[in-house]
């Protein structure tokens, strides 16, 4: 049991769903001839290696005796992932975002670096609002005023 | 006399006022970086791509180059002082450096590997400079298939000298070969797993890849851990004695002539150089047994072979558009964004960035040198910000840089996709760097494979017919027959051990 949870057999399982999913995802794309390859040639070529040698990575995982993975830490990796989708759906606002909700680089700022700061282990809110603070000033200057990027620091008033 | 000719015009542009900027710029980025465990340059690089794109092409590589230089001497710096590797090619400076400090010669450790990589710095830009010139020539011989062999070698040679598993390592360089094919088919115009998603009919950007892989994988990696720091010794006197700078000029010459040879071959880098050269070092030694308890030349052969390695990647990169190790693919990424396509027409086609950028990695080395000694004690203080005010500012910068790309929250999501695709890969043992190399190479290798089955009317024995291709997939063979061979499996095995 404890070598199907081993990082090589798990890395050969990743590398064959890549490889199907490649295939599936490709199979409208023609194949063409040797000659004249289609769109089709090298990404099918590829997915098959990608399955041989996922094939090969998993089977021999099974007859060693492997490095067990770790059980991921749920916490940083949730939190910096939503903290990003968040930015991204905040800083430039989508047509599924309410129009009252503010928008702009100071309110995706504070929350990217809210739900970031849950992410570790330690969480003293005075600290939080100190960064948050120091990182406003720094990304206006450097991006709004020294790089004249064409962003809005916050929708409708800069 | 065309060498003068061509150093001449390096250095006129190397040293106009904006370009000394950016040099200092990136020097300054990466000596920060190089201080700060826990972000490294691939991850620096991957998130500046973006800002990149508004400089002048020139500007741009040459802050990056400081970048990637600029971390191996701050690396030194808080191995030495804090017992602390800044970076994954100083580690082995911890073993002496760190007891050199604790002996009272913190002062001379910090100058010999400063000097130390200064020399190497030196030595690795001239041998670029004397090189660069016959390869291109050689370069541009090279028919399609010629091209498709070489890259097959460099994506081989990368995989056999990075660490962990060879097979886990080519299916990574498979994978990233599979991930460049999406976009628009160049031939055809047909769209290949673009699932109707209009950004991605351009391919994936390269930058956002980059930044989930290795930035955002590694800040949610030094997350999960807590670090635990301990005091920096004060520095007293900066100046080796007689008898310290006798022991060091040799090991620096030695390291230096080792590291520039690794840094060449794809896959090999500082990490490699510095490893390699402390274990010459200590094979060579008359007194092996003060070796980890604070001998100068295991401060002074490793910190001028990593620096020197940093300099000679460069060569295989710059002449033939073939990167040896993640940071190198990154620099062609940040050539394909300001629209050069790396390769042999680099030198010919833009002398002034060429031999500009080559010109400024010595003047960068001095910069380093001048930047490095007198402020010593300002980067030291930097090592008291905790891990949890940097998360956040990284992050932040990460997304603000990949939303610039193209003015799209797109980009942005991509950077959080891949940033769990890259935490994956590290919980399985997967190397993030062949991937990189085959995303970046990929697009071209299957125009050349293409390219060269069309010209020989779909034979592929046309691979097999050429003599610049037949004696690189020889090459490519030779190592991976090597490979498996179980006592060279055993060596490298144990080397890796040493590292990790």
């Known amino acids: 049991m404890s070598r199907l949870l081993s990082k ?40 098959y290696i990608m399955l041989a040698l996922g094939g090969v990575i998993s089977v021999m995982a099974l007859f060693t005796q492997g490095e067990r993975t770790e059980a991921p830490q749920w916490r940083p990796i949730t939190m910096v992932t939503i903290g990003i989708v968040l930015f991204a759906v905040l800083f430039e606002p989508m047509s599924f975002v309410p129009a009252f909700v503010p928008a702009g680089l100071i309110p995706s700022l504070i929350v990217l670096v809210l739900i970031a700061s849950l992410g570790g282990d330690e969480f003293k809110i005075t600290e939080v609002i100190f960064n948050m603070v120091v990182l406003s000033i720094l990304c206006i200057i450097v991006f709004k005023v020294g790089l004249q990027m064409n962003i809005s620091v916050l929708r409708g008033v800069w | 006399m065309d060498l003068l000719h061509n150093l001449t015009l390096g250095f006129g542009v190397a040293l106009t006022f904006q370009n000394l900027f950016y040099a200092l710029v990136g020097c300054m980025v990466g000596t920060l970086i190089g201080v700060l465990p826990g972000i490294g340059p691939v991850a620096t690089i991957a998130m500046l791509l973006p800002i990149t794109f508004h400089l002048p092409p ?85 028919g399609p298939a010629d091209y498709c062999s070489l890259m097959a070698l460099g994506l081989v040679a990368a995989v056999v000298l990075a660490s962990g598993s060879v097979l886990k390592a080519i299916a990574m360089v498979f994978l990233g070969l599979l991930f460049g094919l999406v976009g628009t088919d160049v031939n055809t115009g047909a769209q290949r797993f673009t699932f109707d998603i209009p950004e991605l009919s351009d391919g994936i950007d390269f930058a956002p890849i980059a930044m989930g892989l290795f930035g955002i994988a590694e800040i949610v990696v030094n997350l999960e851990r807590r670090m ?55 094979k060579l030694s008359k007194t092996p047994e003060i070796f980890g308890k604070g001998a100068v030349e295991g401060v002074a052969a490793p910190e001028a072979a990593n620096n020197a390695a940093a300099q000679t990647s460069f060569i295989p990169m710059l002449t033939l558009g073939i990167p040896s190790n993640a940071v190198m693919a990154l620099m062609v990424g940040a050539m394909i964004i300001q629209g050069i396509q790396p390769g042999p027409e680099v030198m010919t086609k833009k002398p002034d960035l060429f031999w500009g950028m080559i010109a400024s990695m010595w003047v960068g080395n001095l910069m380093l040198v001048i930047i490095n000694l007198p402020m010593i004690g300002m980067w030291v203080k930097l090592l008291t910000v905790p891990y949890r005010f940097l998360a956040p500012a990284i992050l932040l910068f990460c997304c603000i840089g990949a939303y610039s ?67 690189l997939l020889i090459a490519t063979a030779i190592l991976l027959v090597l490979m498996a061979l179980p006592s060279i499996k055993k060596a490298r095995e144990e080397a890796f051990q040493e590292e990790g």
Not at chain 2, 127 to 142: C, G, H, W, Y
Not at chain 2, 239 to 260: C, Y
């Open chain 1, 8 to 47: 090589d057999f798990l890395s050969g399982v990743m590398f064959i769903a890549f490889g199907l999913t490649a295939l599936w995802f490709g199979r409208h794309l023609q194949m063409g001839t040797t000659v004249r390859m289609g769109p089709g040639y090298v990404p099918h070529m590829l997915a």
């Open chain 2, 58 to 142: 020139t500007a741009a590589l040459i802050m990056l180059a400081g970048i990637y230089y600029g971390a191996q001497y701050g690396g030194s710096t808080t191995s030495i002082l804090v017992n602390l590797p800044g970076e994954a090619s100083s580690v082995v400076t911890c073993l002496d450096g760190y007891q050199m400090a604790r002996n009272g010669r913190a002062g001379a450790a910090l100058s010999i590997s400063a000097l130390g990589s200064f020399f190497a710095g030196t030595v690795g830009t001239l041998i670029i400079v004397v090189f660069a010139e016959p390869l291109t020539r050689m370069a541009q011989k090279f």
């Open chain 2, 228 to 282: 635990s720091r301990s005091g920096a010794i004060k520095v007293t006197s900066l100046w080796p004695t007689r008898e310290e700078a006798r022991r060091a000029w040799p090991a620096v010459v030695r390291g230096t002539a080792l590291g520039s040879l690794l840094g060449v071959l794809p896959g090999g880098g500082p990490t490699l150089g510095a490893f390699s050269a402390y274990t010459l070092e200590k």
């Open chain 2, 405 to 471: 790309l193209q003015n799209s929250s797109f980009h942005v999501l991509q950077v959080a996709m891949f940033g769990v695709v890259g935490y994956m890969f590290v919980r399985l043992g997967c190397e993030g760097a062949p991937f990189l190399l085959g995303l970046v190479l990929g697009p071209q290798m299957e125009e050349y494979f293409r390219r060269a089955m069309l010209l020989s009317r779909g034979d592929p024995m046309v691979f097999l017919q050429r003599p610049i291709s037949l004696g």
